[in-house]
């Protein structure tokens, strides 16, 4: 281990920061997508720093499980992109309101 | 030390050049050098598997994906329209409010106890290291089998509801398959128009 913790826990921070941006203020269905998977990493990234400093295997498997569900998560999501675009050639995230109630 | 601000530094430039770029493929070369250069921060923290499998499975797989969903949907008859590209009046207080929730996570992270950090106790050359696949695979397959089990029903779901959503008919598809039948193949246009619920002229 060559940098303390806190380095890896707030450039974890930092890369969960910029991805809740990327969600909040993009509106193209596909960046949003993305800026999820930001998030997921830098979750990863905290998992597999505590994970180091106390020697332990559960946080591997923990980020392990997480990359899993967002590889099924970016398959979906894409899914319901298209199907959107098949819908109407806007795709803009603000008029999709079909399930609104 | 110096690897780690090396990677630090990439990681976040290329996390900001992934959600500020104009287009999507733009997009998915940052993230690209982002989750590389994770995998590469994965290995200065011992966990060479998980670099391993970030490469596999995000960079070759998920990136793959939004590249294909990014070239059939741009390369139709019709642009990909986002319409009015971002949310100027959204974007000062979201940047606002993240820098102080970011704040108090870094403060928090600096100043409560400092984590001590064990040695490993082995030789990175040791089959059964810590991170290595050996020692990650007894721990997935004898402690942790159940989420693994569970990890596989999720994958088959997630399969299953793919096919479902972005199948031939799109939602519903089962019941307008027959009414798709009777009429034949038609442009992509008049298909959308279909699935909005008006009536299709032939």
């Known amino acids: ?101 | 030390m110096i690897g780690f601000w090396i990677l630090s530094v990439v990681l976040i430039a290329s996390a900001v050049f992934c959600i500020t770029a104009k287009k999507p493929v733009y997009s998915v070369v940052g993230l690209l050098a982002n989750f590389i250069a994770l995998a590469a921060m994965y290995l200065t923290l011992q966990a060479e598997f998980l670099a391993v499998m970030q490469i596999v499975v995000y960079s070759g797989a998920i990136l793959i994906l939004f590249v294909f969903v990014i070239a059939l949907l741009s390369s139709g008859v019709r642009p990909f329209d986002v319409g009015p590209d971002k949310a100027p009046r959204i974007a000062i207080p979201a940047i606002l409010f993240g820098v102080v929730a970011l704040g108090i996570i870094v403060v928090t992270a600096i100043r409560s106890n400092p984590v001590v950090v064990k040695p490993t106790g082995q030789d990175t050359g040791d089959a059964f290291a810590f991170g290595s696949v050996a020692n990650f695979g007894s721990a997935l397959f004898t402690t942790n089998l159940l989420p693994f089990e569970v990890t596989a029903f999720i994958l088959m779901v997630a399969i299953v509801g793919v096919v479902l959503i972005a199948g031939d008919e799109g939602p519903g598809g089962v019941v307008r398959r027959k009414k798709k039948r009777a009429i034949e193949r038609e442009p992509i246009l008049r298909r959308a128009q279909d699935d909005r619920g008006r009536k299709v002229t032939r």
Not at chain 1, 23 to 51: C, D, G, W
């Open chain 1, 1 to 101: 281990m060559s940098a303390p913790v806190d380095n890896y826990i707030a450039l974890s921070a930092v890369l969960f920061f910029i991805g809740v941006v990327g969600v909040i203020v993009r509106r193209n269905p596909l960046i949003m997508l993305m800026s999820i998977e930001l998030l997921f990493n830098a979750a990863n990234l905290a998992l597999v720093t505590y994970a180091r400093a106390w020697v332990n295997n559960a946080g591997h498997i923990f980020a392990f499980l997480v990359i899993t569900v967002a590889a099924a998560e970016a398959a979906i999501g894409l899914a319901i992109v298209a199907v959107t675009f098949r819908r109407s050639p806007r795709v803009d995230v603000d008029e999709v309101a079909t399930l609104k109630g």
